[in-house]
């Protein structure tokens, strides 16, 4: 089971750390990924950590969004920096264990997936 946490209301220009803590599993074994859905929108690859740490990210959140994680405590992380109102959205985590590289960011290929937590960014 996954659990994301941390969103919330935040001001143009501000950060937020999005966590998403496993239960039940070994997140070492897992790659793992953060997807988004605004409203009327489709949901959106946003960045991912695989099992060896390597990073992917979206294009237009290179730069202001870093993914890590810390395997002891069983925690992927998500630091948002420079957000930006069209950041706004429904923030998912996801795991796999077997995704090969070219599926790291369709959100089909992960069986596993968070509950969701609320990002809004006023302008």
């Known amino acids: 089971q996954l659990q994301a946490c941390g969103g919330g209301l935040v001001q143009a220009g501000g950060s937020l750390s999005l966590s998403c803590a496993a239960s039940?599993?070994?997140?070492?074994?897992?790659?793992v990924g953060w997807f988004r859905q605004a409203p009327g929108k489709e949901r959106e690859f946003v960045a991912a950590?695989?099992?060896?740490?390597?990073?992917y990210y979206a294009d237009s959140k290179k730069g202001r969004f870093t993914i890590s994680r810390d395997n002891a405590k069983n925690t992927v992380y998500l630091q948002m920096n420079s957000l930006k109102p069209e950041d706004t959205a429904v923030y998912y985590c996801?795991?796999?264990?077997?995704?090969?590289?070219?599926?790291?960011?369709?959100?089909?290929?992960?069986?596993?997936w968070g509950q969701g937590t609320q990002v809004t960014v006023s302008s």
């Open positions: 039940g599993r070994t997140f070492t074994n897992y790659n």
């Open positions: 950590i695989r099992r060896n740490g390597a990073t």
């Open positions: 996801a795991a796999d264990q077997f995704l090969i590289l070219s599926s790291m960011t369709s959100a089909q290929y992960y069986d596993y």
